[in-house]
């Protein structure tokens, strides 16, 4: 499913939600087993990245095996590493500037697809797959410099216990740092059936034994022992600049408040160069 429909903050009331609540609804109780396959095939699918952007000189490409599958990942440079992780929809990819900057810096730059995403296997994307995932990309390091992490792949971080993060710096881009609360308002604000979603989502919780409610990134932000820096845009449709504000008076959390470069730009800007420069530092 589009980033589109589970980050958007659009309340207005208009016909196609009408329809999709009908819909939902009168399809889950006439035919609830093929309603819930359909609904996980439709809230569990991300877009894969098209994006034909021209790989970094040196970058080197490996799959590694795990539990989700196996997944690409995408290394640059030499020294302390850096893991990158993306968000809904996304891919490594997009972290191509940022790695050359990284690289140049006298640091390896480790990015990886996500589960059902890029170069990934899996049919379908969740938090917890991305927990589990990002973990077994941690387990292939003896040690890690840092991590960067975009939109959902910030909860992703967050919500990680892997001991080799620990005390280490975060980078945070556009964080969704909301994660269940603005998951919940846009579905329901998306007109889809409610109780569909539960069950949908109550699979995936049994599954991972990650029930919703204990997600909280703010509340596991606010607990790093670590440096955080934030890079985020004042006019970001899909991740509220509000909670990335209320991190930033936090003493051990860093805030650049960037203008007019939205949810994505962000990703190949200055801005951002210049507060990994910072954490690295």
Excluded: C
Aim: charged fraction near 20%.
């Amino acid at each position: 499913m589009s980033s589109k429909i589970y980050f958007r903050q659009d309340k207005k009331l208009n016909l196609r939600r009408v329809l999709v609540n009908l819909t939902t609804r009168f399809h889950h109780n006439v035919a609830p087993k093929h309603a819930r396959k359909v609904a996980k095939r439709l809230l569990l699918t991300p877009e894969r990245g098209r994006r034909n952007l021209a790989e970094p000189a040196g970058l080197i490409r490996r799959q590694i095996e795990t539990t989700e599958g196996k997944l690409m990942t995408y290394q640059l440079g030499e020294g302390p590493t850096w893991v990158l992780g993306h968000g809904w929809s996304g891919s490594a990819n997009q972290f191509y500037t940022l790695m050359q900057h990284i690289a140049a810096s006298g640091y390896t730059a480790l990015a990886f697809d996500n589960p059902a995403h890029g170069e990934s296997e899996g049919q379908y994307g969740h938090l917890p797959g991305f927990v589990k995932a990002f973990d077994a990309v941690l387990d292939q390091q003896a040690q890690i410099a840092g991590v960067i992490a975009h939109s959902m792949g910030g909860a992703m971080v967050l919500e990680s216990r892997h001991p080799l993060l620990a005390d280490k710096p975060i980078l945070l881009v556009a964080p969704v740092l909301n994660y269940t609360e603005n998951l919940l308002n846009t579905v329901k604000q998306s007109g889809f059936s409610m109780k569909l979603f539960n069950e949908v989502v109550g699979e995936v919780a049994a599954q991972y034994q990650y029930p919703l409610e204990t997600i909280d990134p703010l509340a596991r932000l606010q607990q790093h022992p670590g440096r955080v820096g934030i890079v985020h845009d004042t006019d970001d449709r899909f991740a509220s600049f509000e909670y990335s504000r209320q991190a930033g008076e936090w003493t051990h959390v860093s805030l650049v408040a960037t203008e007019g470069l939205g949810h994505g730009r962000i990703l190949a800007s200055v801005p951002l160069q210049q507060a990994f420069d910072a954490l690295a530092r």
